[in-house]
């Protein structure tokens, strides 16, 4: 079988614009399955990222509300967390789901390790929101007690900033590798992975950090030899203008168009950036395909053509 990465967007899990619980994400899941189910009927076998957004903010802002009777948790060990819990409803779900369609094949979670540089430029003038939004005086007791470094997030807005430092490599690669070249779908670097440097003595330390979902699925794919990676997100396509009246929707893109497009500012930080670079560097760094559309077109039936292809040419 072919390889692939994919990511799963947030909206693989969490319902979009209902009251959150983990019912509602166990039922989001399992109706996000249908694609990954797609791509194994295709002969493609798939290792599974997730975001991790709002649940790890949950895990934060119940490790603050609990610190004067229980252990205060770091962010690191919440990405851990969240990545380990949140892969358990993908495993179970993707078991279940397995089992009724008649696929023999297993499952299995790991929690991954993604080496960050110790001096990456985030960590000094980090940027990453996170967590709620805070009036400032507030947001300065919090910071005060917690070590937070915070910003300005609007008018007498305040919230915690994190660094977003760059995936140099994935611990587990070749933990990865080897499952799928065994026929096992992995599911790995859920929420970018938990984030590790490397200390004067040659030891990993964890760092209070989040790393950017798509960047380190790209990462993965590379290492682990990957021939697509799905970028699944909110739209079917990627779209230049996008949300004004002459929105364009794109079928297909290089990798000089995406590089252009991006400098002319039509892809944003806050939204499809990240995903267009991360494309960039899969197609630089090797490989084959880069698919960006939403579940429901991927679940609906598989093409080549599906959703925005990026290519090297």
Known sequence: MKTAVVALGGNAISPVGEIDNISKQFAQVRKSLNAIIQLLKNGILPVISHGNGPQVGSALLRTEMTADKLMYLPLGICVADTEGGMGYMIEQS?????????????????????????????????????????????????????????????????????????????VNSEAIKNLVEHGHIVIAAGGGGVPVYFDDQGNLEGMDAVIDKDRASALMANQIGAETLFILTAVPKVALNFGKPDEISLDQMTIAEAEDYLAAGQFPGGSMGPKIQAAIQFLKNGGQRVIITDIETLSEQFSENLGTVITSA
């Open 94 to 170: 993707l078991q279940n789901r397995l089992k009724s369609e008649g696929i023999k094949r297993s499952v299995v979670t790991l929690v991954t390790q993604v080496v960050v540089s110790k001096d990456d430029p985030s960590i000094s003038d980090p940027s990453k929101f996170i967590g709620p939004v805070l009036h400032e005086a507030e947001a300065h007791s919090r910071a005060a007690r917690f070590g937070w470094q915070i910003k300005p997030y609007g008018n007498d807005q305040w919230r915690r900033v994190v660094p977003s430092p760059e995936p140099i490599d994935i």
